[in-house]
Antibody, heavy 123, light 106 residues
Framework: EVQLFESGGGLVQSGGSLRLSCAAS????????MSWVRQAPGKGLEWVSG????????YSADSVQGRFTISRDNPKSTLYLQMHSLKAEDTAIYYC????????????????WGQGTLVTVSS | SYDLTQPPSVSVSPGQTASITCSGD??????VCWYQHKAGQSPVLVIY???KRPSGIPERFSGSNSENTATLTISGTLAMDEADYYC?????????FGPGTKVTVL
């Protein structure tokens, strides 16, 4: 059974930094692309960032480009999201999600999701 | 940029059919997937590659995609189908979500 467990969320001041982690189990982590998706309070889902299976290709939404960095440690089966220069509008539940294949591309879909971790940025 | 449009809400009576649309320029040229998201839970993939159902998703969920509109159809809607539904596509190296549709089962 695929399991994804996010951690690292919390309260941080505007301009601060935070690193989220996602521990994966139940599948061969190194064979799948992964993504971070967030949901701000009262808002819809927003894709944040994606990474290929080997970690050599990454993509990010314009809203976080230059501030957030996605990475992975395949031997540890862990996905990360390093967040800098946090803003109030980054307040959201952050989900990590498993892609159905190794690369990020036009047949993209997320077949498994974690339970999410809450990030609150105070202004 | 590429924009996806969904109706904010859809109401349906139990046992009836709910249709949720997702519109975008030449959307039929892309692969569309759909997620169900209930309050306090993680999103669940219900349709991928326009019309395929993942294992464990009931047959009452179906999808189509043509020209500028993709449609998620829930046949014989149950109370447990009440949720927010999001379409998603891949565009310019990004995974884009639609704004979401709240399905209410009256």
């Amino acid at each position: 059974e695929v399991q994804l467990f996010e951690s690292g969320g919390g309260l941080v001041q505007s301009g601060g930094s935070l690193r989220l982690s996602c521990a994966a189990s139940g599948f061969t982590f190194s064979s799948y692309a992964m993504s971070w998706v967030r949901q701000a309070p009262g808002k819809g889902l927003e894709w944040v960032s994606g990474i290929s299976d080997a970690g050599d290709i990454t993509y990010s939404a314009d809203s976080v480009q230059g501030r957030f960095t996605i990475s992975r440690d395949n031997p540890k089966s862990t996905l990360y999201l390093q967040m800098h220069s946090l803003k109030a509008e980054d307040t959201a539940i952050y989900y990590c999600a498993k892609d159905h294949r190794s690369s990020f591309g036009h047949q993209f879909y997320l077949e498994s999701w974690g339970q999410g971790t809450l990030v609150t940025v105070s202004s | 940029s590429y924009d996806l449009t969904q109706p904010p809400s859809v109401s349906v009576s139990p046992g009836q059919t709910a249709s949720i649309t997702c519109s975008g320029d030449r959307l039929g040229d892309k692969y569309v997937c759909w997620y169900q998201h209930k309050a306090g839970q993680s999103p669940v993939l219900v349709i991928y590659q326009n019309s395929k159902r993942p294992s464990g998703i009931p047959e009452r969920f179906s999808g189509s995609n043509s020209e500028n509109t993709a449609t998620l159809t829930i046949s014989g809607t149950l109370a447990m189908d009440e949720a927010d539904y999001y379409c998603q596509v891949y565009h310019s190296s990004a995974g884009l979500f639609g704004p979401g549709t709240k399905v209410t089962v009256l």
